[in-house]
T-cell receptor, first 112, second 116 residues
């Protein structure tokens, strides 16, 4: 069965520092991969989506993610954190059935 | 503006009562989904529907029911059989192209249900 693992339920960085949020998937075939962001008491907003067209995917708000098949990973990065990036981030994997499997989320705190 | 609306934003219910959460979309999407979100558990799929008048159980369907009488609407009823209904409920929608890549799901703002 497909699964998604997000390492680190809480990550704290200083403003201006690199953001790295980890996501690993378990699947017999490379799935379609997504990163979503959720601000408190709101729905999820799509950051970026991997569909095999390119291994490095650029998203909104300066985020990007790199698909590495050999490591079954899809880590999310941003070169310089901003206070407004503080939120919860979810990695998800899906296939042709359109059902998504979500990781348990990583809460990002940004310190001034 | 196109999007997904959920109402109400906050909902309080007494134990033993059924309650219905509304979800409407004007994106002309075929597929709609209901998720439950609990702290530290991510999102879990309750029900989904790929076409009008048809829906399938997700991973945690017990104690919930849905209907899909219109393309735009996918209401969720939390019944008294749901043992722990207090949670944040999210509705989503997407295109549906069988056999093609997984389509992006777009989410509504959520409904926070509290059972008193």
């Amino acid at each position: 069965a497909q699964s998604v693992t997000q390492l680190g339920s809480h990550v704290s960085v200083s403003e201006g520092a690199l953001v790295l949020l980890r996501c690993n998937y378990s699947s017999s075939v490379p799935p379609y991969l997504f990163w979503y962001v959720q601000y408190p008491n709101q729905g999820l907003q799509l950051l970026l989506k991997y569909t095999s067209a390119a291994t490095l995917v650029k998203g909104i708000n300066g985020f990007e993610a790199e698909f590495k098949k050999s490591e079954t990973s899809f880590h999310l990065t941003k070169p310089s954190a901003h206070m407004r990036d503080a939120a919860e981030y979810f990695c998800a994997a899906g296939g042709a059935t359109n059902k998504l499997i979500f990781g348990t989320g990583t809460l990002l705190a940004v310190q001034p | 503006d196109g999007g997904i609306t959920q109402s109400p934003k906050y909902l309080f219910r007494k134990e033993g009562q059924n309650v219905t959460l509304s979800c409407e979309q004007n994106l002309n999407h075929d597929a709609m989904y209901w998720y439950r979100q609990d702290p530290g558990q991510g999102l879990r799929l309750i029900y989904y529907s790929q076409i009008v008048n048809d829906f399938q159980k997700g991973d945690i369907a017990e104690g919930y029911s849905v209907s899909r009488e219109k393309k735009e609407s996918f209401p969720l009823t939390v019944t008294s059989a749901q043992k722990n209904p207090t949670a944040f409920y999210l509705c989503a929608s997407s295109l549906w192209e069988p056999g093609v890549e997984a389509d992006t799901q777009y989410f509504g703002p959520g409904t926070r249900l509290t059972v008193l």
